[in-house]
């Protein structure tokens, strides 16, 4: 299995900065780019902050801190990152276009033996690997939101992947402080199929007036144990981006994915979660 010592982060945004993050924690040289100016310098200072709370809250010592910052580096150009890479993880919004094209130019550009892997919660993986050339180097890692503090990463693996690429995959993802799932290339892998369902259905209560979204989020915590409600968890995700899955889905597996109208009115009137201050919560820091 091959040893995984530089990995490049495409992508600094939501998921990307915390794959970095915890890339660099695992002792690998990371390469964090992502193609809008100053999105990667942002992405950086992300990770720092996340570090600072860890010194503040004793988990973490300043050295550690400045030593793992010390081994990201930050760019906005995705071919050099790439080159040299060991892993090269994508971490870029849910759009198979944007994605087929990264994987098209990380087939030309990576080293014969990177493993490519791509962080989508809900696209077909192998269509990615399609464009890249070498599809039995492609799988999914599909983390978590936050990247540095949830411990799930769902590794898919389609019809040609590798079983090299496959293990190198779960190994790096466990030496990461990561625990992984090995899932099928199926519409939604095993996650999001779960979760965006439970989503649309607190949706549809709120919309048929069964009960207010903090009480159904007080059902699941409280009566179900989940650490954070659907409807709170959908408002961290961002609503635009549970909508684009849920149409997908839709288009997939059928009518029972199928996006409410809730959902639709929400993001066309631009209330998407967090980022935007107004979803099905109010946050006063987007």
Known sequence: ??????????????????????????????????????????????????LDGAVQRGKATTAERDAVLGRIEVGDDPAAAVRGADLVIEAVPEDLALKQGLFAMFGRTAPP??????????????????????????????????????????????????????DTAVATARRMGKEPIVVRDAPGFASSRLGVILGLEAMRMVEEGVASPEDIDRAMTLGYNHPVGPLRLTDLVGLDVRLAIGRYLHRMLG??????RILERMVAEGKLGRKSGQGFYRWTDP
């Not at 009518?255 to 409410?260: G, I, K, L, N, V």
Request: with cysteine; charged share 15%; aromatic share 2%.
């Open 113 to 166: 033996g990177a493993v490519l892997a791509t962080n989508t919660s809900s696209l077909s993986v192998a269509e990615i690997a399609a464009s890249s050339a070498r599809p039995g180097r492609v799988v999914g890692m599909h983390f978590f939101n936050p990247a540095h503090l949830m411990r799930l990463v769902e590794v898919v693996a389609h019809p040609l992947t590798d079983a090299e690429a496959r």
């Open 255 to 260: 009518e029972r994915f199928a996006p409410p």
């Open 1 to 50: 299995m091959s040893d995984i010592s530089t990995v490049a982060v495409v992508g600094a945004g939501t998921m990307g900065h915390g794959i970095a993050q915890v890339a660099a924690q695992a002792g690998c040289r990371v390469r964090l780019v992502d193609v809008v100016a100053g999105a990667a310098r942002a992405g950086l200072e992300r990770v720092r902050d996340n």
